[in-house]
Antibody, heavy 118, light 111 residues
Framework: QVQLQESGPGLVKPSETLSLTCAVSGYSISSGYYWGWIRQPPGKGLEWIGSIYHSGSTYYNPSLKSRVTISVDTSKNQFSLKLSSVTAADTAVYYC???????????WGQGTLVTVSS | QSVLTQPPSVSAAPGQKVTISCSGSSSNIGNNYVSWYQQLPGTAPKLLIYENNKRPSGIPDRFSGSKSGTSATLGITGLQTGDEADYYCGTWDSSLSAGKVFGGGTKLTVL
């Protein structure tokens, strides 16, 4: 059973960098699939942030691309998100996920709320 | 504003059938697989339908998906109170702004 677990600070100050890590169990990232991040502001819909392959190949949401970096550590079977210059608009529940054929998201983490506030 | 368009809300009585539409364009739904997700209150989304009309293991056949042209539809029959949730469609957009895109979500109320 594939499981994903997000971790990282729940509170980030404006203009700083949001950093989250997703630990994967039950499946080796090196075996394939894209791995990604999706966020959901309180009371709003889903927004794809970006995805990474085990080789390091990435796709980013064009609206966030200038501020986003996604990286992978196959030795630890985890991948990470960095979002720079955050504002209150970046307050959201952040989910990590596995993406299959057609970018279908077949496994989701439980999500972690990140609040941007001073 | 979402790339894919869904109705904000739908409602029906227990035991009835409901459909949720998802409208896009040739750069997304028209040329890529559609998936559907159910999000119960306070939980992470769950995959309901993938590759337009396939159900993952464990998803009852009360849930169905279809696609025609640049639109997709999720159908739910035999509605139960436990089906009350937000439903999202998603696909890949192959335009210059390529990426995973979602609909704005539809709130299903089982009256």
């Amino acid at each position: 059973q594939v499981q994903l677990q997000e971790s990282g600070p729940g509170l980030v100050k404006p203009s700083e960098t949001l950093s989250l890590t997703c630990a994967v169990s039950g499946y080796s990232i090196s075996s394939g699939y894209y791995w990604g991040w999706i966020r959901q502001p309180p009371g709003k819909g889903l927004e794809w942030i970006g995805s990474i392959y085990h080789s390091g190949s990435t796709y980013y949401n064009p609206s966030l691309k200038s501020r986003v970096t996604i990286s992978v550590d196959t030795s630890k079977n985890q991948f990470s998100l960095k979002l720079s210059s955050v504002t209150a608009a970046d307050t959201a529940v952040y989910y990590c996920a596995r993406l299959g054929v057609g970018a279908t998201i077949d496994y989701w983490g439980q999500g972690t709320l990140v609040t941007v506030s001073s | 504003q979402s790339v894919l368009t869904q109705p904000p809300s739908v409602s029906a009585a227990p035991g009835q059938k409901v459909t949720i539409s998802c409208s896009g364009s040739s750069s997304n739904i028209g040329n890529n697989y559609v998936s559907w997700y159910q999000q119960l209150p306070g939980t992470a989304p769950k995959l309901l339908i993938y590759e337009n009309n396939k159900r993952p293991s464990g998803i009852p056949d009360r849930f169905s998906g279809s696609k025609s042209g640049t639109s997709a539809t999720l159908g739910i029959t035999g509605l139960q109170t436990g089906d009350e949730a937000d439903y999202y469609c998603g696909t890949w957009d192959s335009s210059l702004s390529a990426g995973k895109v979602f609909g704005g979500g539809t709130k299903l109320t089982v009256l």
